[in-house]
């Protein structure tokens, strides 16, 4: 007996069905990973368009470089061996160009720089052990050496409200690309207290354990990109500006008036008002939506609102949703376009399935869709009942 369910629109119902789960579920290749040597697309794609001020701020090299990055939480907390592969590759591009040559030397190293990406999210300092991987959290380093007392400091921020923890070193120029330092203080700075709260972390008592270096191996001619290495082995990406997708992305993991970002990056990165935009194939993961899900997780899985979308160029479509322990709630169906940038999407085959075993369930969802932005790593779309959606593609195959 296969258990079904029958659903239109919030209302379901349960019914014995004899029939055994036969319908087949698409196909889907996997992606290889990438090689340093292979042909990568330069920025965005064709049928995303760009502000001025952003093709100013970086270069084809650097653009490479930020788009590796997005989609990668905890800044390389949770990155998969294949994005691992294409930061690595596009860092070693640009330490193979010619940069600002002695980077200590320039004023341009001097500011507060936002941390993008460690290879080492987990490992060297304290402020990086405890808070580096943490999304909600912003993490800058602040960087003054033409001063009576240079000093290099990391700083997390935890939120306009709250506040933010700075660890300060005191900082030495070595040679042209390499800086010395030594952590000497720290200290919680609460918007909600009159005093800084003391850090406890004896630092005197450390020994060399407080001391270290930073080389910077890259530093851009814009003053906008920095990469940098450290003597415990860390890679470091950090950026004085930021990509208009990546600040809508830091504001999707710290809650910040997500709906107000994307109005505003789409009206940035929109030509026309009547730009075509085609739905691209791949495999593209739910990192937001405007509607909170339901109690019911089998209607939210039906109508998009959790776990990913699989696309194919043939017109058809498949929701997936890791439910538990080796469970998934599969279902197919097919997209068709009805009109500039909207699609007319029919779901009708689901299923949980389990190993090479699945039970049918009988439900439909029919959802009008429209493309408000889309390039080769992220989609922005209303969907089912006027709800905005913003996918990130995780599969990393590029488009032509």
Known sequence: MALKFHITNVNFHFCACSSSFSRSTLAFSSSKLSN?????????????????????????????????????????????????????????????????????????????????????????????????????????????????????????????????????????????????????????????????????????????????????????????????????????????????????LSAISTGTQVEQAINEFISSNQSTAEEERELLEGEWQMLWSSQMETDSWIENAGNGLMGKQIVKKNGQMKFEVDILLGFKFSMTGTYAKSSTNTYNVTMDDAAIICGGFGYPIKMETKINLQLLYSDDKMRISRGYNNILFVHLRTDGSNQK
């Open 36 to 248: 340093c040597s292979q042909n990568r697309t330069n920025g965005l794609v064709a049928q995303s368009s760009l502000t001025d001020q952003q093709q100013l701020a970086f270069t084809g090299e650097e653009n490479q470089l930020i788009d590796a990055l997005i989609g990668i939480q905890g800044r390389g907390r949770s990155a998969s061996a294949r994005q691992l592969n294409d930061v690595e590759c596009a860092v070693k591009v640009l330490e193979g160009l010619q940069g600002v040559p002695d980077p200590t030397g320039s004023s341009l190293i001097e500011g507060r720089w936002q941390l993008m990406f460690t290879t080492r999210p987990g490992t060297a300092s304290p402020i990086q052990r405890t808070f580096v991987g943490v999304e909600t959290f912003s993490v800058f380093q602040e960087i003054s050496l033409r001063t009576n007392d240079p000093r290099v400091s990391n700083i997390v921020k935890f939120s306009e409200a709250i506040g933010e923890l700075k660890v300060e070193a005191a900082a030495s120029i070595k040679d042209g690309k390499r800086i010395l330092f030594q952590f000497d203080k720290a200290a919680f700075s609460f918007k909600f207290l009159p005093f800084k709260f003391p850090y406890p972390v004896p630092f005197r008592l450390l020994g060399d354990e407080a001391k270290g270096w930073l080389d910077t191996t890259y530093l851009s001619p814009s003053g906008n990109l920095r990469i940098s290495r450290g003597n415990k082995g860390t890679t470091f990406v950090l950026q004085k500006k930021t990509e208009p997708r990546q600040t809508l």
